[in-house]
């Protein structure tokens, strides 16, 4: 079964840093465009940061840009969101995803369209 568990996510204060870990089970992250999308209450899903197939491509959305870096770890079949810097505004349930995929943006564009197969997230609060 192909399947794709967010860890991570806690309560933490404004100005602190958390990591994301998103695990694949059932096939090889590394063969595949990952993304991190989040959505924060009343607002719409909004794609946060992407890596390309290749992993010499990345995006991250202009919120979170300097702030916020993706990275994989092929040993554990994983990629990470490395949160620093956090604000208020960053609280949102966070979701991976990946896709066959080239490139980073084309990736990040493309996946929340159907978010059909996508796991039950993990919540950040950023809250002092």
């Known amino acids: 079964q192909l399947r794709l568990v967010e860890s991570g996510g806690g309560l933490v204060h404004p100005g602190g840093s958390l990591r994301l870990s998103c695990a694949a089970s059932g096939f090889r992250l590394d063969s595949y465009a990952v993304g991190w999308f989040r959505r924060a209450p009343g607002k719409n899903l909004e794609s946060v940061s992407c890596?390309?197939?290749?992993?010499?491509?990345?995006f991250a959305a202009e919120s979170v840009e300097g702030r916020f870096t993706i990275s994989r770890d092929s040993a554990k079949n994983t990629v990470h969101l490395q949160m620093d810097r956090l604000k208020p505004e960053d609280t949102a349930v966070y979701y991976c995803a990946a896709g066959d995929f080239t490139d980073a943006v084309h990736f990040c564009l493309v996946a929340p369209l159907d978010t059909s197969n996508w796991g039950q997230g993990t919540q950040v609060t950023v809250s002092s």
């Open positions: 890596i390309s197939k290749s992993s010499d491509d990345t």
